[in-house]
């Protein structure tokens, strides 16, 4: 091999996420091989055995991968979702908030102007029972 530094950046850099379905089944009759397997490979040499070791994961964690990315891209979108909902509750408790306020405030009005009503009419009842 000429390059083998080129050779392990590009095995470093390989994107297990994106192996596509026709390799992977051109690949699976050789993993299902008895001597396809790290141990068998090192009596052949130690760089057989880290190699097939490497298919062998990487293969496996396409497996995986390709089983929880939906998985992972459901849970942004209903953390995004849930961020929306939350963004809009917000709103609607400032709302409340506000519109509780402005209750307290009529309310406190009404009770100001029913205590001042009641004390006129009992002066008004006071000075009539005085004048009688």
């Known amino acids: 091999m000429p390059n083998i530094g080129q ?19 051109k690949l699976q009759p ?4 008895d001597f ?12 057989a055995a880290n190699l097939c070791s490497w298919v062998v994961n990487i ?6 991968y390709t089983h929880v990315a939906p ?21 609607v408790e ?9 209750l307290k405030s009529v309310t406190d009005a009404l009770k100001d102007a029913t205590d001042e009503k009641n004390q006129a009419s009992a002066s008004y009842g006071a000075a009539l029972r005085a004048s009688h």
């Open 71 to 91: 998985k992972i891209a459901a849970q942004k979108k209903a953390a995004e979702e849930f961020d929306v909902a939350q963004a809009k509750l917000k709103v």
């Open 94 to 102: 400032e709302r409340v908030a506000a519109m509780q306020a402005k």
């Open 36 to 47: 396809f397997n790290e141990e068998n490979m090192k009596l052949a040499s130690e760089a």
């Open 7 to 25: 050779f392990l950046d590009e095995l470093k850099a390989f994107d297990a996420t994106s192996i596509d379905e026709p390799t992977l089944k």
């Open 30 to 33: 050789i993993l299902e091989k």
């Open 59 to 64: 293969v496996e964690y396409n497996k995986v």
